[in-house]
Antibody, heavy 121, light 106 residues
Framework: QVQLVQSGAEVKKPGASVKVSCKAS????????ISWVRQAPGQGLEWMGW????????KYEQRFQGRVTMTSDTSTGTAYMDLRSLRSDDTAVYYC??????????????WGQGTLVTVSS | DIQLTQSPSSLSASVGDRVTITCRAS??????LNWYQQRPGKAPRLLIF???TLQSGVPSRFSGSRSGADFTLTISSLQPEDVATYYC????????FGQGTKLDIK
């Protein structure tokens, strides 16, 4: 079955960087893109960006441009999200989600379990 | 950019009630509208895609429909396990998600 398994919780100081991994299994990794979505405590879902697993193409939400880098390793079926210059308002649960693009539809059909990133001095 | 506005932002209903959540798009769009359920402390789960197609494994009490700019998620008979926040999402522009509707049991 399709699974996305994310790396464990992180605690970082302001100004540091964090790299979250998302290991995919149960499907052909290169056939689907991966999006990253975050959720601050008590808040809604915020899309951060997308990476095409087959070619490494990326698209980032404008407010994260310059601070985020998304990569993928097709040999291990793993996607990564690197966020730099962390601030306290980056404290959130970070999710990876598989992008399903079909005729007449595009949606996130499988999600990782989430990774809590806490930014605190 | 297409903005999605969900209503209500929260609601309480009784077990067995019919529950309706609406998502209004700020611009005309086709049926690239999806619904997710997020139970407390859990990752989101896809319920409905392309406005009305039920994702595999989702109970048939969930359904989606569209009338003009309004997309609707309906739970035909509310169950205790349906306590969650529900999000709509469009596949055209950023930001893709509505602000969420929190549903609990009376």
């Amino acid at each position: 079955q399709v699974q996305l398994v994310q790396s464990g919780a992180e605690v970082k100081k302001p100004g540091a960087s964090v790299k979250v991994s998302c290991k995919a299994s149960g499907y052909a990794f290169i056939r689907y893109g991966i999006s990253w979505v975050r959720q601050a405590p008590g808040q809604g879902l915020e899309w951060m960006g997308w990476i095409g697993a087959n070619n490494g193409n990326t698209k980032y939400e404008q407010r994260f441009q310059g601070r985020v880098t998304m990569t993928s390793d097709t040999s291990t079926g793993t996607a990564y999200m690197d966020l730099r210059s962390l601030r306290s308002d980056d404290t959130a649960v970070y999710y990876c989600a598989r992008d399903h693009i079909a005729v007449g539809a595009t949606f996130f059909d499988y999600w990782g379990q989430g990774t809590l990133v806490t930014v605190s001095s | 950019d297409i903005q999605l506005t969900q209503s209500p932002s929260s609601l309480s209903a009784s077990v067995g009630d019919r529950v309706t959540i609406t998502c209004r798009a700020s611009q005309p769009m086709t049926n690239y509208l999806n619904w997710y359920q997020q139970r407390p402390g859990k990752a989101p789960r896809l319920l409905i895609f392309a406005a009305s197609t039920l994702q595999s494994g989702v109970p048939s009490r969930f359904s989606g429909s569209r009338s003009g700019a309004d997309f609707t998620l309906t739970i035909s008979s509310l169950q205790p396990e349906d306590v969650a926040t529900y999000y709509c999402q469009q596949g055209y522009t950023i930001p893709p998600f509505g602000q969420g509707t929190k549903l609990d049991i009376k």
